[in-house]
Nanobody, 119 residues
Framework: QVQLVESGGGLVQAGGSLRLSCAAS????????MGWYRQAPGKQRELVAT???????NYADSVKGRFTISGDNAKNTVYLEMNNLKPEDTAVYYC?????????????WGQGTQVTVSS
C-alpha cells in the first residue's frame, strides 16, 4: 500500500548530469530510510545511496563525490543528483523505502527508471 513513483531517468553523455526523484504515497506514518539501488546488465542489484529521515546519508564507494542524495520529509520524496556520469553508471535505478504504514513496518520498491550514459 506504500507506492513509490520514480522519474528523471534518461539518456545522457558521459560527464553529464541527471536528477532522479522518488515520491512515496499511501497511508504513511513515517519513513525511516529511503534510498536508491541500481542493477546493470549482468550484475546484481547494488546499493547506491540511502538517507534517513534525520538526514544521515550513506553512499557506495563507486559514487562518492559524484552523487548526492537528499530528501524532503514533508513531501515524502527522495532525490538523487548524479554528476560526472560515467558509462559504468548505466543501469536501472530503483527507489526503495522503509516506512511505517499504519501500524506496520513495510519495505517498498519502485518500478525502476533506466539511466543510460553514452561514451
Amino acid at each position: 500500500q506504500v507506492q513509490l513513483v520514480e522519474s528523471g531517468g534518461g539518456l545522457v553523455q558521459a560527464g553529464g548530469s541527471l536528477r532522479l526523484s522518488c515520491a512515496a504515497s499511501g497511508r504513511i506514518f513515517s519513513i525511516n530510510v529511503m534510498g536508491w539501488y541500481r542493477q546493470a546488465p549482468g550484475k546484481q542489484r547494488e546499493l547506491v545511496a540511502t538517507i534517513t529521515s534525520g538526514g544521515r546519508s550513506n553512499y557506495a564507494d563507486s559514487v562518492k563525490g559524484r552523487f548526492t542524495i537528499s530528501g524532503d520529509n514533508a513531501k515524502n520524496t527522495v532525490y538523487l543528483e548524479m554528476n560526472n556520469l560515467k558509462p559504468e553508471d548505466t543501469a536501472v535505478y530503483y527507489c526503495n523505502a522503509n516506512a511505517v504504514y499504519g501500524l506496520a513496518l513495510v519495505n517498498s520498491w519502485g518500478q525502476g527508471t533506466q539511466v543510460t550514459v553514452s561514451s
